[in-house]
C-alpha cells in the first residue's frame, strides 16, 4: 500500500520514510516558530502595523535581548501575513503645501552660538525617544547657547506643529516677558521650523515692547 500510495504522490519510498523521520524536528521547529511570531507580532501591533524587520529586529534586541535572524524575521511576517502598511501620498496635502511655501532667512550666527549674554542666542531642536514595547516620543527643547540651560521642553506621541507651538508657549513663560532685544532662536531647516505660522509666532509683539526674533539655520 504504501509504495502505491508513493507512486501516486510521485515520490520515493525511500524519500516518504525519510520525511515521517523528520517529523519530530518539524514539529519542533514549527512550535518555535509560533512562539517567536507571538513576539513579532506583538512588536508589530505596538508599532500600528508599520514596523519593517529592521523596527522588528532591533526591538527584540532591546527589549527582549534576543537576537534574530533578519531572514526568520521575514519569513514568518510573510508566512502569518503580517504586511507592514504602507501611507499612501496624500495629494491635497503637497497642494496646501504648495500654496503655502516655507522660507529660511539668512545665517547671522555663523556657528558663533555663545554671544557670552544669557537669553540672547537660544538653539531649538526635536528629537526621538523610544520607550514601553518600541513606542515613539517626540521631545523638543529650546536650549540657551549661552548658559546650555534647558529653558523649554514639550514631549508627545505626535510630530504635529502643536509639538514646536507648545515649546514656544512654555518659553514665553519661562522668560515671563522678559526677553533680550536682539533674541535669536536658532534652528535647522526642518519643516517645523521653515512653517510660516512657526515663523510667525516667533516674531509676534511681546509682552515688553516689540521683540523680533528671527529664526536662522546653519
Known amino acids: 500500500m504504501v509504495s502505491y500510495l508513493c507512486e501516486i504522490a510521485q515520490v520515493s519510498r525511500s524519500g516518504f520514510y525519510a520525511w515521517l523521520k523528520a517529523a519530530p524536528g518539524r514539529y519542533q521547529r514549527e512550535e ?5 511570531y507571538k513576539l513579532i507580532e506583538e512588536i508589530f501591533i505596538a508599532t500600528k502595523r508599520k514596523g519593517g524587520w529592521r523596527t522588528i529586529k ?27 502598511v504602507v501611507r499612501r501620498k496624500n495629494p491635497y496635502r503637497k497642494m496646501a503645501k504648495a500654496t503655502q511655501p516655507h522660507k529660511t532667512v539668512c545665517n547671522l550666527l555663523k556657528r558663533k552660538f ?3 549674554e ?6 531649538t531642536d526635536i528629537t526621538y525617544l523610544y520607550y514601553a514595547e518600541g513606542r515613539k516620543a517626540y521631545l523638543s527643547v529650546i536650549k540657551d ?40 532662536i536658532h534652528s535647522d531647516q ?14 509676534r509683539r511681546g509682552t515688553r515692547g516689540q521683540v523680533r526674533c528671527p529664526l536662522i539655520y546653519y
Do not use: W
Not at 32 to 36: E, F, G, I, L, V
Not at 118 to 123: E, S
Not at 193 to 198: A, D, I, L, N, V
Open 32 to 36: 518555535h516558530d509560533r512562539n517567536d
Open 58 to 84: 532591533m526591538n527584540l534586541e532591546r527589549e527582549y535581548a534576543i537576537l534574530m535572524n533578519h531572514k526568520k524575521i521575514l519569513r514568518i511576517m510573510r508566512r502569518f501575513q503580517l504586511v507592514t
Open 114 to 116: 555663545d554671544h557670552h
Open 118 to 123: 544669557p537669553q540672547k542666542v537660544m538653539l
Open 145 to 184: 547657547g549661552s548658559t546650555r540651560e534647558i529653558l523649554a521642553y514639550h514631549l508627545s506621541t505626535s510630530l504635529e506643529m502643536d509639538l514646536v507651538m507648545k515649546t514656544l508657549d512654555r518659553l514665553q513663560e519661562t522668560l515671563g516677558g522678559n526677553i533680550h532685544p536682539d533674541a535669536i
Open 190 to 203: 526642518g519643516f517645523h521650523y521653515t512653517h510660516p505660522e512657526f515663523q510667525c509666532r516667533v516674531k
